[in-house]
């Protein structure tokens, strides 16, 4: 299971202004209205007062929410904080009432180490720089596909089904090995699993599911092997079966989900601010900077959990050994003391240092993946397609306020034809 949990209209907890400490706030969730790119606004209003503060959970605890980039930078960097599933208090109203369960086998975000070290080290060197960016022309080969596709069905389309899904399904798909033709399947398991209304039994059904079709493929794998990573896993480490399905089915739903949601939410960005989009289509050799300062602007998975180990003292503050501290990444993105005038889109910005892939020894393991499809998918739709603009108004593009990464549900888009 994903621990980046996201908003939801029906969750209405809202912060008092941060007052003192013995005065816990609760976790701002409600977006500002007509801004579908904005953080919730108190989140600035409690970071201004202090960037760690008492936070009341929905179960009773008594823990910390952290909003200044700094302060998350560190506890994200720091190892006496957990990320394991069965220490955290959910931070969310209306999310699990039960404890959540210890996370499954493979699933490299909600363990510690050392099992996080060996799973990350046999892992590391499959996503490299070098390696991702080999994989460039096939990843302009399947969007000059996808577009041409488009162009075939338009001038109106959904971007999300037919630009921005399709991409990076494919491209992870062909990485590790899965047939594509399944897709349907497993998609359906991966929005259980990222729905912020889905029961943990409904999770629990869903990730046995995605692992019961890995088990079949990585045995199909032992007795065949194929030119993919699944293989090089199978044939090329000490892992178990189930280790093996565990990491295939995590790889499988990281990259299809955040990746298909900066594509659909970056562009729904660039549409409203004509005037960055202006500058990336006279200048091409931003699109590096771009694709940065979109994962700040964005932060796309912008809520993580950590709970500590032991007694810390953390900006003037002892956070005791059992208390959970929830971090906002998309207030420490927004925060002024490290990133210039931050709610204001700035291409020509050198974002470097934001938290949109996280921090520590659980930063995004295929961040330099997403870079790669970001930086040719993004920039190639629009040379395309000069004239695409948004086909309803902005505020009825449907948000992804009930999902573990932010988003867009569907995005309407048009063009006008040659």
Known sequence: MHTEPSTHPSRQATATAAGPLSEPVQLPVTRPAGCPFDPPAELAQLRERRPLSRMRYPDGHIGWLATGHSVVRAILADQ???????????????????????????????????????????????????????????????????????????????????????????????LLGVPYADRE????????????????????AAMTGLHEYMRELVLAKRAAATDDLLSDLTHGSDLTDDELSGIGGFLLGAGLDTTANMLAHGTFALLSNPGQLAALRADPGLADQAVEELMRYLTIAHTGIRTALEDVELDGHLIKAGESVTLSLQAANRDPARFPDPDTLDLSRKATGHLGFGHGIHQCLGQQLARVEMRVACPALFRRFPTLRLDVPPEEVPLRHDMNIYGVHSLPVAWDQA
Request: net charge negative.
């Open 80 to 174: 006496r904080f957990s990320s394991r599933y069965e220490l955290m208090h959910y931070p969310f109203p209306d999310g699990p009432a039960e404890q959540l369960p210890p996370a499954p086998i493979g699933d490299l975000t909600g363990i510690d180490a050392p099992e996080h070290t060996r799973y990350r080290r046999l892992l590391a060197g499959k996503f490299t720089v070098r390696r991702m960016r080999e994989l460039t022309a096939r990843v302009e080969q399947i969007t000059a596909d996808h577009l041409d596709a488009m162009e075939r069905q338009g001038p109106r389309v959904d971007l999300v089904t037919a630009f921005a899904q399709p991409i990076p399904a494919l491209v992870i798909c062909e």
């Open 185 to 204: 399947m497993f998609q359906r398991h991966s929005a259980t699993l990222t729905s912020m209304d889905s029961s943990l039994e409904d999770m629990g």
